[in-house]
C-alpha cells in the first residue's frame, strides 16, 4: 500500500507540473541564455532572437523578456548562429557560439541604433567561464577525442584525463574508474541522456566507438538534482549526429610486437602480436533541413599471449597429476610452453538518426550493437596454465528514441526511451576440480567459472521544462526496470588449496599424499532471476537571483525496489533459510543546493559552492549472492578437520547436487551462507565543495577547488555466525585441535601421528575462533549499511580552450580518501568481526597526489598547394598532441597469506613488532605515463584528406610498479629473497606487476 499510495502522488506530481509549467536543459543538451541590452546598458525586451544550428539548419525562436533576457534550452550540441532584431537598432549577427554538453552559457548581446538593414556581425565566441554554472567536472570536446592519443580506442580512458579521477585499485566487476575516493561500483555512465550501467556489477555495460563520440563530460561534483543513482561520478557521452553534407572516414591502426618494448614481467612472445584496428564512419542528410544519419563501425582484432611460466613447476606437479590420487583433476600435465596463445575481436556499431517532424518536435533514435570475443583469458594467479583460461563471449545491444517537444518558446517536453539487452557468456578450458598451490599455481578453473549473466534494460523518462523570468524549472521522472539472469555456480565442481608444491606432492610410505589446507564446494541451484526496477523523481529550479548570482537548488527522490517472491519452496531446505527477498527503502530525498556568484561585474572571476546528498544503488550482484539457493561447504586444515580434509582428497568431491550432503568424510560438515542485512538501505553520500574560477584570458581559466564526500551506510560484509574469539597460546592450542607444539614452529606443517596442524608464529596471540553461534552453520556472511567513506581533497586545474589552434587541460590534485572497506563482497571481509575500528585506514583509492596533462596543438604552419614550397609541403598541417599522467602509489593490504584465524577468510594481517598492522599499510610506488601522438595530413581538393598518424604510449618507458607481493607469510619475518631464489619467484615487497612498457601505433585516415 505504501508503494501504490508513493506511485500515485508522484503521478499527481507529474501530471500537475505537465498542465502548469516547467523547464531546464537535459544531461544530453545545452543551454544558452542572452542578455540583450541597448546602447546606453538597460534591458532591452521584445527583441527577437533567432539561433540557428550550423549544421543542419534547424532553428530556435524566441523573445526577450522584460529583463532584456531569453533563455534557449535543451539545445542538441554544436556549433550555432545567433541573429537579435529589435525595431530601430540594427540586426546583431554572431557566428561561431559553440555549445557543450551539459553548459549552460551566458551571451550578452550589445544592440545599435542603425537602420533596419543595418548588420552587425560579431565571430567571437561564447565566454570560456560559464557565470551561472554550478555543476563542476570538466568536457573533452570533438578536437581531443579526435586527436587525443588513444590506447585501445575504449572511451571511458577519456574520464582519466581529469584530475580526480583515477583508474580504480579494486579488483573486480566496475567501472574501472574511482571519482573523489569513491567505489568504483557508484559511477554512472550515461549516453545519450540514458544509462549505461550494468546493475548486476556496476561495470560499463557498453562501449562505443571512438568515432562516434561527440562530446564526453565528466561530472565530479555538484550535480543538480535530475542526476541520481549513484555516489560517485557522472560521465555523459553523446554521441555524433549527421549534417546537411555527406561526409565520413575510413581509418587502419596497426600495433605489431616489433614496435613494443618488452613489459618487466609479462613479455609477449615476439612471434604472436598483433592488434589491428579497422573502421569506418559516414553521415548526411536523408531529407535536407529535415533528416540526418550518423552511422560507424568499427572492428579490433587482437592475437597476442601470456607468459606461462609453469616449466620449472611441471616436474613437482605432473607426477601428482598423473598418480591418480588427484580425483576429477582437470589436466594431467601442465602447459610447459612458454606462452599461452590468446586473442579477442570485438565488433561496434551504431547508427543515429535525427528527424525533425517540425519547428517544435524533434526526434532522434539510435542503434548499438556490440559483440566481443576473448579466447584463452588468464583470470589468475602470477604463473599460468592452460587450464585456467576462459573464453568469453559477449553482445550487447542498445536502441534508443528520444522525443522533443516545444509548447512555447519557454516550454518544452524531452522524453528518452530505451532498450538494453545484454548476454555475456564464460567458460573455462577444462572442468573438473580446480587448485590454488601456494596462491601463484592456479589448475583448472577457477571458482568463478563458468558464469552466465543477461541483463535486459529498459528505460523511460520524461522532463518536463520551463522558462519563468529569472528561473529555469525542470521536473521529471525516470524508471528503469531491469531483468537480469545470472547462473554463477562458484565451486560446484570443488576447489582445493595448497600452501605450496611440497604440500601438494607430500608422500607418506613412498606414494603421494597431497596435504591441502583447505576444500570448497557448492551445492543448491545456481540458476536465479533477478528483476529490479529504479524510480527517480526529481524538482529543480535555477534562479538567477541577481546579475551576479545564480542559485541552483531542487530535491530528488529514489527508490530502488529490490527483487522479491523468491525462495518461498519451505519443503526445500536450502530455501527454508534464505530471505524471500530484499529490503526496499522508502526514505530516500535527496536535497541539492549549489551557487555560482560573480566577485567582478565583468563575470571574470567565479565563487562556486555546493552541498548534495546522492543515494547509490544496490547492486542485484549483492541481491544474487544472497537470494541463491546455494550453500558451500568449507573444508578447512588448521585444527580437527584436518583427517577429513585429507580423506577428501582421497576420495575426491562430492557429486554436484541440489541438495547439501548431510554426511560424508566421517561426518556432516556445517554448510556456509550469505545473507543481507533486513534492514539495507541505500548508501548515501554527502558532498561539500568551494572554490573559484578566475578568467586568466579570454580562453584560458583557472580553478582551485575544495572538496569534501563523506560516506555512509556504505554496504559492508562481516562474517555473523562468530563467537567472540580467543587469544590462541602454547597453552590452549590443544583445546582446539591444535598439535602440540614441538619446537620447530615450523608454519603450515603437520603433526604426522596426530594429522594435525600445529600453530606457526603469526597464529600465537591472535584472536582465534573456536566456535560457531549457530552450530548448524559454518559461516553467515551478511552484508549490511555499515560502512563509511571520507574524502578530502584540493584540486587546481587549469583549462584552455581552443585558441589559435591550441587547446589543453591541465590539473594536480592533492587529496587523501579513508574507508573502512574496499567493497561488500567476501573477499573484504573485515580481520575481526569484533573490532570494526581496525579497518579504517587509507581507502584502495587514495592516491595522494596527480596531476594530469591534455593539449592538442593545430601547428599554424599551412601547407601551400604549390608544388615548389617543399618547407610548407613538410611541415605544414600537422596536429601534435599529448596525456600525461603522474600519481602517487595506492595502498594495498598486507596478509599472512591464509586463514589462522579460523573465519575461512584470507584477510588475516601480520604481527609485526608485537603490533597487528594496520589495513592497507603497503603503499605501491610513484606511477608515471607520457603518451603522445604526430599527425601529418595532406589534403586535396574538395575537402578530401589523408591522415598519417604515429602515437607512442608511455613514451620515456617509465617502469611503473602497480603492483607488489604483500603476504608476509607467517613466519615472525616476512619471505625474503636469497642469493639462490629464482628470479620468477616473488617475495615479500617485491614488484610482481607493472604498467605497461612503450608501445607504438600507427594508422591511417581517408576522410572526405
Not at 523547464?23 to 534591458?43: F, I, K, M, R
Not at 534557449?72 to 550555432?80: D, H, I, R
Not at 565530479?220 to 557522472?234: D, I, L, M, R, S
Not at 581507502?843 to 599551412?862: C, L, M, Q
Request: glycine share 8%.
Amino acid at each position: 500500500m505504501r508503494l501504490a499510495r508513493l506511485l500515485y502522488l508522484m503521478l499527481l506530481s507529474v501530471c500537475f507540473f505537465v498542465g502548469g509549467h516547467l523547464y531546464a536543459q537535459s544531461v544530453d543538451t545545452a543551454g544558452l541564455e542572452v542578455d540583450v541590452q541597448d546602447p546606453s546598458g538597460a534591458h532591452l525586451p521584445g527583441a527577437t532572437l533567432t539561433l540557428t544550428q550550423t549544421q543542419t539548419h534547424d532553428v530556435r525562436v524566441g523573445v526577450s523578456d522584460t529583463h532584456g533576457r531569453f533563455r534557449f534550452t535543451a539545445l542538441p550540441v554544436g556549433s550555432y548562429e545567433l541573429s537579435v532584431a529589435a525595431n530601430g537598432f540594427a540586426t546583431y549577427q554572431q557566428n561561431g557560439v559553440t555549445l557543450e554538453v551539459g553548459q549552460a552559457s551566458t551571451l550578452s548581446v550589445g544592440m545599435k541604433v542603425a537602420n533596419s538593414d543595418t548588420v552587425v556581425q560579431v565571430t567571437s565566441d561564447v565566454s570560456t567561464i560559464d557565470p551561472d554554472r554550478t555543476t563542476i567536472g570538466q568536457t573533452i570536446g570533438t578536437e581531443e577525442i579526435d586527436n587525443l592519443p588513444s590506447d585501445g580506442r575504449n572511451f571511458l580512458d577519456f574520464a582519466v584525463t581529469v584530475p580526480n579521477v583515477t583508474v580504480t585499485q579494486t579488483t573486480g566487476q566496475n567501472s574501472g574508474f574511482s571519482v573523489n575516493g569513491q567505489r568504483s561500483r557508484s559511477n554512472s555512465i550515461m549516453i545519450d541522456g540514458v544509462e549505461n550501467n550494468g546493475q548486476l556489477n556496476g561495470n560499463v555495460r557498453q562501449t562505443l566507438s571512438q568515432d562516434a563520440i561527440g562530446q564526453f563530460q565528466v561530472l565530479t561534483e555538484q550535480f543538480p538534482a535530475e542526476f541520481g543513482g549513484a555516489g560517485g561520478g557522472f560521465i555523459n557521452v553523446v554521441t555524433r549526429a549527421g549534417s546537411d553534407r555527406f561526409h565520413g572516414s575510413a581509418y587502419y591502426f596497426m600495433r605489431n610486437q616489433w614496435m613494443n618494448t618488452p613489459n618487466y614481467f609479462t613479455s609477449v612472445d615476439p612471434g604472436t602480436y598483433a592488434r589491428n584496428d579497422v573502421g569506418m564512419h559516414f553521415a548526411g542528410p536523408i531529407k535536407e533541413n529535415r533528416t540526418y544519419f550518423y552511422g560507424a563501425l568499427e572492428y579490433i582484432g587482437l592475437n597476442t599471449s601470456k607468459v606461462s611460466r609453469m616449466a620449472g613447476y611441471a616436474a613437482t606437479v605432473d607426477p601428482v597429476l598423473q598418480s591418480g590420487v588427484y580425483i576429477n583433476a582437470p589436466t594431467t600435465h601442465l602447459d610447459t610452453d612458454s606462452y599461452i596463445p590468446q586473442s579477442s575481436a570485438q565488433t561496434l556499431s551504431s547508427l543515429r538518426i535525427d528527424h525533425r517532424f517540425s519547428d517544435r518536435d524533434t526526434f532522434i533514435a539510435r542503434v548499438i550493437y556490440v559483440q566481443y570475443i576473448q579466447a584463452n583469458n588468464v583470470n589468475a594467479g602470477s604463473y599460468y596454465d592452460f587450464s585456467t583460461a576462459t573464453s568469453t563471449y559477449t553482445h550487447t545491444q542498445n536502441y534508443f528514441a528520444e522525443w522533443t517537444h516545444i509548447f512555447t518558446p519557454t516550454l518544452l517536453n524531452e522524453a528518452h526511451f530505451m532498450v538494453a539487452p545484454q548476454r555475456l557468456k564464460q567458460q573455462a578450458n577444462s572442468s573438473g576440480t580446480g587448485a590454488d598451490i601456494g596462491g601463484s599455481v592456479y589448475i583448472g578453473p577457477t571458482t568463478d567459472f563458468p558464469v552466465t549473466l543477461d541483463e535486459d534494460h529498459y528505460e523511460a523518462d520524461d522532463a518536463v521544462s520551463w522558462t519563468r523570468h529569472q528561473h529555469l524549472i525542470k521536473m521529471g521522472v525516470q524508471v528503469n526496470y531491469i531483468r537480469a539472469h545470472s547462473v554463477f555456480p562458484t565451486a560446484f565442481q570443488g576447489y582445493w588449496n595448497f600452501y605450496s608444491t611440497t604440500n601438494f606432492a607430500s608422500k607418506v610410505n613412498g606414494a603421494y599424499s597431497p596435504i591441502p589446507y583447505k576444500y570448497t564446494q557448492s551445492f543448491g541451484n545456481p540458476d536465479i532471476h533477478l528483476p529490479d526496477t529504479l524510480i527517480g523523481a526529481y524538482l529543480e529550479d535555477s534562479w538567477k537571483a541577481t546579475a551576479r548570482l545564480t542559485l541552483n537548488y531542487g530535491v530528488r527522490y529514489d527508490l530502488d525496489l529490490q527483487p522479491q517472491g523468491l525462495n518461498q519452496n519451505v519443503s526445500d531446505p536450502m530455501q527454508q533459510v534464505l530471505s524471500s527477498g530484499m529490503n526496499r527503502d522508502y526514505n530516500n530525498f535527496s536535497p541539492r543546493i549549489g551557487l555560482a556568484f560573480s566577485l567582478d561585474k565583468r563575470g571574470k572571476t567565479i565563487l562556486r559552492a555546493g552541498y548534495g546528498m546522492f543515494y547509490d544503488k544496490n547492486l542485484l550482484i549483492l541481491a544474487r549472492n544472497t537470494l541463491q539457493t546455494k550453500e558451500t561447504m568449507i573444508l578447512n586444515l588448521n585444527n580437527s578437520t584436518s583427517n577429513q580434509i585429507r580423506a577428501a582428497f582421497l576420495v575426491g568431491p562430492y557429486q554436484q547436487s541440489s541438495s547439501y550432503p548431510t554426511s560424508g568424510y566421517g561426518s556432516a560438515i556445517a554448510p556456509t551462507i550469505s545473507r543481507a542485512y533486513p534492514g539495507l538501505v541505500l548508501p548515501m553520500i554527502h558532498q561539500v565543495d568551494f572554490g573559484v574560477d578566475r578568467s586568466l584570458t579570454s580562453r584560458l581559466v583557472l580553478s582551485v577547488t575544495g572538496i569534501h564526500v563523506e560516506g555512509e551506510k556504505l554496504l559492508k560484509a562481516a562474517n555473523s555466525n562468530l563467537l567472540p574469539p580467543v587469544i590462541l597460546t602454547k597453552d590452549n592450542q590443544t583445546q582446539f585441535g591444535f598439535a602440540a607444539y614441538d619446537g620447530t614452529n615450523s608454519c603450515n606443517s603437520v603433526n604426522s601421528s596426530l594429522g594435525k596442524a600445529q600453530p606457526c608464529f603469526q597464529q600465537y596471540g591472535r584472536p582465534y575462533f573456536a566456535n560457531r553461534k549457530d552450530p548448524n552453520f559454518n559461516d553467515i556472511n551478511i552484508t549490511g549499511p555499515w560502512g563509511h567513506s571520507n574524502y578530502n581533497a584540493l584540486r587546481v586545474s587549469l583549462v584552455q580552450s581552443s585558441w589559435k589552434g591550441f587547446t589543453m587541460r591541465a590539473g594536480y590534485v592533492w587529496s587523501k580518501a579513508l574507508d573502512d572497506a574496499p567493497d561488500f563482497l567476501n573477499g573484504a571481509l573485515p580481520n575481526n568481526p569484533y573490532d570494526p575500528g581496525a579497518e579504517k585506514s587509507l581507502s584502495n583509492e587514495d592516491v595522494r597526489h596527480r596531476f594530469t596533462g591534455a593539449a592538442v596543438y593545430r601547428i599554424p604552419f599551412r601547407a601551400s598547394r604549390s608544388h615548389h614550397d617543399i618547407m610548407r609541403q613538410i611541415f605544414g598541417n600537422w596536429i601534435m598532441s599529448s596525456t600525461l599522467d603522474i600519481h602517487s602509489g595506492s595502498p594495498e593490504n598486507i596478509t599472512v597469506g591464509s586463514d589462522l584465524n579460523n573465519d575461512d577468510s584470507s584477510t588475516d594481517r601480520p604481527f609485526i613488532n608485537g603490533v597487528m598492522v594496520g589495513r592497507n599499510s603497503f603503499r605501491t610506488g610513484r606511477q608515471s605515463n607520457w603518451n603522445a601522438r604526430g599527425q601529418k595530413e595532406i589534403r586535396f581538393a574538395r575537402g578530401q584528406r589523408l591522415t598519417f598518424s604515429a602515437e607512442v604510449f608511455n613514451l620515456t618507458n617509465h617502469l611503473s610498479y602497480t603492483d607488489y607481493d604483500t603476504i608476509w607469510g607467517t613466519g615472525q619475518n616476512p619471505t625474503q629473497r636469497s642469493a639462490t631464489s629464482s628470479p620468477t619467484t616473488f617475495y615479500y615487497g617485491d614488484p610482481d606487476t607493472a604498467s605497461g612498457a612503450r608501445s607504438m601505433q600507427l594508422g591511417f585516415r581517408y576522410t572526405f
